[in-house]
Structures are given as C-alpha cells and as structure tokens.
C-alpha cells in the first residue's frame, strides 16, 4: 500500500532527492568511493557546498552582506549561539510556543530577555500579533511557524532592530524578504533534508560586536570565515541538502512551493472544517501550511484511537498529534503531494461516514 508520510520532522523528502543521495552513498559521481567515506576537503565535495550556498542565496533572494552556513548541532544549538554572538544587554523574544520557549530560556543566561507577547495563554493556538519591540534591544527572535501548535507567520516582521528566525520548518515554503533578517536558522530535517546539518543564514555586519570571548566553534564568525569548513561538517546530510534545492528549483522555486503549500493546506483545512468529527486547534488566522493540527469534536472524543488506527491502515504515517496539544497533526511539507492530502480528506471522510 501506498504509505503517505505525514511525520513533524524527520519527514517527508522527494524520491528523487531520496534515490540521488542514496546513489552518491554507494558510489559518488563515480569516484569509486562512497559519499560516506569521501573528504570534506575532496576537490569534488567542494563544489556541493558551494552549489547549495549558491542555490539558498538564488532561491531565497538573498542579498549581498549574507552569510550561508552549515553546522552541527541542529537548531537547538542556535538558541544558544545567537545570544552568545548577538546579545550584549538585552534581547526581545516572542513566544509563541515550546520551540520560541527554548530558545528563550538560553538567551537569558546571557542578558535581560523581554518577551514582547506570549500566546502561552491560549495553549499556543494563535500568533501574537500586535507587540511593541523595545529599540533598544540588541535583537528580536521569532519563531516564524510553531511546529507543534500549527500556527505560523506568514509575513515577515517590520522591525526596527534585527529580526532573528527560527526557520526549521517553513524554510523555503515561500519566498521571503530576507533583508528585513539579521539571522534566518533551522535544522534541516523538516523542509530541507535528513537530519544532521543546520543551516544559518547571517548579515556579516551583526558579528563581532558584542564584548564576550566566544568559543571558537560558537562564533558564527569561525564558520563564515571557513566556508563551513572548519571542522568535519555533515557532508552527507549537505548532499541531501543540495539535491533537495535543485528539486526546489526544478519545481519553480519558492513561488512555486508557496502555491502547492497553499493548495494542499486548503484541500486539509477545508475536511476539517467540514467534517462534523473534527476541529482545528489553531486560530484560523494563525493556522499553519506546514503543520495542520485538529482533534476530535468534544462530542466524539472517545473515537481518537480508533481513527489514528484506521488513517493507519489507509497508509497515513504520523498523523498522531503531538502531547502538548493531543489530536493529530497532518505536516504537509514541500515533498507532500497534492495527492496526499487529498487522500488524508478522503480517508477524515470515510470515517465520518462510519459514525
Ligand atoms: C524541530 C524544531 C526545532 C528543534 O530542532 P533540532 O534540529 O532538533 O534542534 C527548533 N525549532 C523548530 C521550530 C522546530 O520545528
């Protein structure tokens, strides 16, 4: 049976990008050696990183005075990396759940954190909208789409100081105006590729400007210097990466990835709103592209496990929501077709039909 992969991250990826990884795992562009066992500084690994970084500034427009970067370590460690290259006094964070929280809870180790809106008291079900950001904060940290909640801001931040984003997870689900951004992060495992690389993207002109030593592997400088080669990076997750952009790029690009976000969001958002069973647990202005969250109506809640295990039988993989929020959590990430999702309705259909 078909199995169609609706998992949060580690998730979905093109089979072409699939099978081309797993092609230069057994033998890279003919060299005789596998892509596993090849040098991050072989003459022929260069050119992957150089491509990826190329294709990232092209696909996202990015212009001059960015860095592309690619470490270890996965978002998580970015939110420590940014308050220890960018915090010298105090730093705005908006929480608009676990992942925002995380991140916020680092930064203060390192100095004053104001959180400038929280939609904590609403479990998360919505993205604050209306917020003063203090001028005289060193930046402001967003978290541009809730990965467990499935809210998301689809518009990029007025600000007058620079904009941190934790990306992991809408990254190249639109396009962007990457000059309103000082920094643009994310693990790679959710839109990008297999887990086990992380991807920053920095304005060169923020670093260097705080009065804290910083460990050489946590200064973002170290790393833009090296052209993420001052250690071993990832190189196969990188691969992955690569295939991954040129997939992007074959598909029209970000534009092109906005429409079918759009249009496999609304094929989802549209059962549950029809479907007498469920509701969606995100503000419907807030609700995410990339992760559709919905439970059982209040009235049919004891029927939860019983439709996990029939979408289960229907070949849907990872529909099950997470903890913080119970129900199911459809992701519906660039590599998730149409097709997909529109047998996700069919099958949220066929069990209303059965009750
Ligand atoms: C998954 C996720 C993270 C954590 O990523 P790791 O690479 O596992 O550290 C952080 N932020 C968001 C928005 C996520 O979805």
Not at 64 to 75: D, N, R, W
Not at 136 to 149: E, K, P, Q, S, W
Not at 150 to 155: A, I, P, S, V
Not at 179 to 187: C, D, L, Q
Request: charged share 25%; glycine share 8%; aromatic share 10%.
């Amino acid at each position: 049976m078909k199995k169609y992969n609706f998992n949060p991250g580690p998730s979905i990826l093109p089979k072409e990008v699939i099978e081309a990884t797993a092609a230069a795992c057994l033998d890279f562009q003919g060299s005789g050696l596998s892509l596993m066992e090849t040098s991050h500084r072989a003459k022929n690994f260069q050119p992957v990183v150089d491509e990826a970084v190329a294709l990232f500034k092209e696909l996202l427009d990015i212009p001059e005075g960015y860095s592309v970067i690619f470490l270890g370590g996965g978002a998580s460690l970015q939110f420590c990396m940014v308050p220890y290259n960018l915090l010298e006094k105090k730093a705005a964070y908006l929480n608009t759940g676990v992942w925002a929280t995380k991140a916020e809870k680092e930064a203060k180790l390192f100095g004053e954190v104001v959180e400038v809106a929280s939609s904590k008291d609403k479990n998360f079900t919505y993205v604050p909208r209306d917020f003063e950001i203090p001028v005289d904060a060193d930046y402001l940290h967003v978290t541009t789409n809730n990965t467990i909640y499935g809210t998301e801001l689809l518009q990029d931040v007025d600000s007058p100081i620079p904009v941190v984003a934790d990306m992991s997870s809408d990254i190249f689900s639109r396009p962007l105006d990457v000059s309103k951004y000082g920094i643009i992060y994310g693990g790679a495992q959710k839109n990008l590729s297999m887990a086990g690389v992380t991807f920053v993207i920095i304005k060169e002109d923020l670093l260097g400007k705080v009065s804290r030593q910083i460990p050489t592997m946590l200064d973002y400088r170290t790393h833009v210097k090296k052209g993420s080669m001052f250690n071993t990076p990832p190189v196969v997750p990188i691969y992955c990466a690569l295939e991954n952009l040129r997939w992007i790029k074959r598909q029209g690009g970000v534009k092109a990835m906005e429409k079918l976000a759009i249009e496999r969001a609304k094929i989802i958002y549209d059962e549950i709103d029809r479907n007498k069973l469920f509701v969606g647990t995100a503000e419907v202005d807030s609700r995410s592209r990339m992760n559709l969250t919905f439970v059982m109506a209040p009235e049919y809640q004891e029927l939860q496990d019983e439709f996990l295990a029939f979408a289960s039988e229907k070949g849907m993989v990872g529909v099950k929501g997470h903890r913080d929020v119970g129900g199911f959590r459809a992701s519906c990430y660039n590599a998730m077709s149409i097709e997909g999702c529109q047998a996700l309705a069919a099958c949220m259909k066929e069990f209303e039909a059965k009750h």
